[in-house]
């Protein structure tokens, strides 16, 4: 029978256990369930709740992580208690999405109240999670009572414009072990009963009549954790320091838990100070034999208002004297040089208390010292060196000598403030730039220093000179080069202004023509020396000009660039002259060059010398021939190009049933150049140089229309056909 008992006792408190901690997933609802939506900014760890109206009901303090996604999304589960990441476990879970939760600070045991991590919940509101929204356990749960499944769940990283009602104030645990979570409403929470509370054993209850009166100070509060927030104590309630009787100030707090604490103090306003004697002058200079009013506008009361002037009494210690002496009457003539001292005194009639007031009263001779020698203004160049205080003089009223008191401020222009200026400074001060000073002369009484002679002197600094031009050296440059004349190149005055906008320059080019040039990038092209002259003027002194001239040295090391026409022929048959020049061409940039050579070489490679000085060539042997042209560059004949041209040279086609003749050609040796044979062309068997008389060209055609004009129109549809194939007309 006991057994059982036990056996049913053990069920019923795994079915207790079951009902507390594990998974609550109840019935999903549609997406948007509920009557709020809650968001979560985690740029400022606080969640929003707003009914669906748009309306922000509440917020809560978290702590978000790295992790935390953003997006919307609809709760899918709950849980009372659930492991977390490590293992922990929290209280009043609300699954977001997949693994990210609104749950409470972390426990270190499942179900156990008392193993929260209080370094984690000091962390609330900052980020601090792995991902999930951590919360008060006050706030998860709320949560979890109010937000059923599907209700949606914004979160957004924001800032606090994004918080209607703010960040709400959090509450510190002071201690880093474990413990309750303080808002948890569970039965046995040790917070439960904790309550916030006020301290005013600080607080002085007297208040002297007329004070600045501060309600807060001495007065400490705490919250139901310990926590000092003075910061946040109201009250109710005023105290009238003009006006004597007792007052009373209501305090109040209220903390991050909602629990509230009230405190009252009773202040009494009293009359407990010194009577004032008002109208005294502490510090006085007056000229000697002056007389001095000893009771003009000299008053005295109680802080209550009680007028107490007729009760003041007067007793004056004399200059060299340290004995004081009642004296009785209203005027006191100063007929001592040195310091009087007036002491004035009053008894409170109610608490006895002395007032004594001094007025301390020196005599001298305390007129302005005055000047001469000082001019009013004065001109000068720049860079000049003046001895400021030369035949200047000061004294005083009374003729004493003041003048090693001179003090020299100079202002500079554009300058707001004067500068003092040392002994060593004002007798060698070199005027560095240009504008209106102002050198300020001042003298003070010794005895009164509110007694000071002023007296200025304005300096004009003008700077006439002719500007220095740096930044100008000699170049080096390739024709058809565009420089920037003005870069580098600067014009200052001997004051520093700078004038490099107003300099001019002038190009003179190797052939001598000058122009001036207004703009920036000049183009060299001509090669040879260019002379840049630059020119700057004082725009104060127009006769005060500087030039300096730089020379830009052009040089030419362009390649010709060789064309040869696409339709150049490029096959011919044997003892037909042909036109080795014809559709050749060479450039070096625009400009085109003559005098381009032509080297034919056989398939061999020896060089054959048939042209001739029209042009002219006769090949006297089928084969392949190429033709090697060369230009040089007129400005720099070091600098040459090439290009190669490849001649089909053929056998013409003989007569039927006629035997071809033989013709054979005897190479020369490469580069050699061979003199013109004296024996009969058909002897020799060398290649044959055409003559336009012997074969009827007419002189007054090109050597292509000539040789075009000999040929049959078989021949020269096929040379026109073979011409098109597979040669590009440029190299």
Avoid at 216 to 238: E, F, H, M, P, Q
Wanted: hydrophobic residues 30%; contains cysteine; charged residues 20%.
């Amino acid at each position: 029978m006991k057994k059982s008992k036990r056996i049913i006792s053990l069920m019923l408190c795994f079915l207790l256990a079951a009902s507390l901690f594990t998974v609550n997933t109840g019935e999903v609802q549609a997406a948007g369930a509920g009557n709020y939506i809650l968001q979560v900014n985690k740029g400022t760890n606080v969640v929003t709740v707003y009914r669906k109206d748009g309306t922000a009901e509440r917020a809560f303090i978290c702590s978000v992580g790295t992790a935390t996604p953003l997006g919307t999304f609809y709760t899918p589960n709950k849980y009372r208690w659930h492991e977390l990441d490590g293992p922990s476990y929290g209280q009043y879970c609300t699954r977001i999405v997949n693994g990210i939760l609104f749950h409470s600070v972390w426990y270190y045991r499942n179900g156990d109240y008392a193993s929260q991590s209080y370094v984690q919940y000091n962390k609330l509101g900052s980020t601090a999670s792995h991902g999930c929204v951590r919360l008060t356990v006050a706030d998860a749960k709320w949560i979890y009572d109010n937000c059923p499944l599907g209700t949606e769940v914004r979160i957004i990283y924001g800032s606090s414009a994004n918080d209607p009602l703010g960040k709400p104030a959090s509450i510190k645990v002071p201690n880093t072990g474990t413990g309750w979570d303080p808002t948890d409403p569970m039965s046995g929470n040790p917070y439960s009963s904790a309550m916030p509370s006020i301290d005013t054993s600080g607080a002085s209850r007297t208040v002297s009549y007329g004070s600045d009166f501060n309600p807060l100070t001495g007065i400490v509060a705490r919250d139901s954790l310990g926590n000092d927030i003075s910061g946040n104590l109201a009250y109710a309630g005023k105290v009238n320091t003009k006006k004597l009787g007792d007052y009373k100030i209501t305090y109040r707090i209220t903390d991050a838990l909602g629990r509230t604490a009230y405190a009252d103090v009773v202040y009494t306003v009293a009359d407990t100070g010194k009577a004032k004697i008002t109208g005294v002058k502490k510090n006085q200079t007056k000229e000697y034999k002056s007389t001095l009013k000893l009771k003009k506008n000299i008053k005295a009361s109680t802080a209550s208002g009680k007028n107490l002037t007729k009760q003041i009494k007067i007793k004056v210690i004399y200059p060299g004297s340290k004995k004081e002496k009642t004296y009785k009457k209203s005027t006191l003539k100063l007929t001592k040089l040195g310091t009087y001292k007036i002491n004035y005194y009053v008894t409170h009639p109610d608490n006895k208390q002395v007032t004594k007031v001094t007025s301390t009263v020196k005599v001298r001779d305390t007129k302005k010292p005055k000047f001469s020698g000082i001019s009013s203004q004065k001109t000068i160049e720049y860079g000049s060196v003046l001895n400021l205080k030369s035949g200047i003089r000061a004294k005083l009223v009374s003729g004493k000598n003041m003048t090693s008191k001179i003090e020299v401020r100079i202002k500079a222009p554009n300058k707001e403030k004067f500068k003092k200026l040392s002994s060593s400074q004002y007798k060698n001060y070199r005027f560095i730039q240009t504008g209106v000073y102002t050198v300020r002369y001042t003298v003070k009484n010794p005895n009164n220093k509110k007694a000071a002679a002023v007296k200025e002197m304005t300096v004009t600094v003008v700077d006439t000179a002719a500007p220095v031009i740096s930044g100008v050296t000699d170049l080096s440059a390739e024709i058809g080069t565009a420089l920037n004349l003005r870069a580098g190149v600067t014009a200052a005055l001997v004051s520093g202004q700078d004038v490099t906008a107003g300099i001019r320059v002038t190009v003179t080019a190797p052939a001598g023509n000058s122009s001036e040039f207004t703009g920036t990038d000049y183009t060299f092209d001509q090669p040879g020396i260019y002379t840049v002259m630059y020119t700057a003027v004082n725009p104060a002194n127009s006769q005060a000009a500087v030039q300096a001239i730089r020379r830009v040295t052009v040089t030419d090391n362009r390649i010709p660039v060789i064309s040869i026409d696409a339709n150049k022929l490029k096959a011919v048959e044997t003892n037909v002259p042909y036109n080795v020049y014809e559709g050749v061409s060479a450039l070096v940039g625009q400009t085109t060059v003559s005098g381009v050579t032509a080297q034919i070489t056989n398939e061999s490679g020896q060089v054959l010398n048939i042209v001739n000085g029209a042009g002219m060539a006769v090949f006297a042997a089928p084969g392949t021939y190429t033709i090697t042209y060369t230009a040089a560059n007129p400005n720099n004949p070091a600098k040459t190009g090439t290009a190669q041209f490849t001649l089909t040279v053929t056998s013409p086609v003989n007569p039927a049933g006629a035997p071809a003749a033989p013709v054979s050609v005897e190479p020369e040796a490469e580069g050699e150049v061979q003199p013109e044979p004296e024996q009969p062309e058909e002897e020799t068997g060398n290649i044959q140089t055409p003559d336009n008389s012997s074969t009827g060209a007419d002189p007054s055609r090109s050597p292509l229309e000539n040789e075009k004009q000999g040929q049959p129109e078989a021949d020269s549809e096929r040379n026109d056909t073979e011409e098109t194939e597979g040669f590009g007309a440029e190299i």
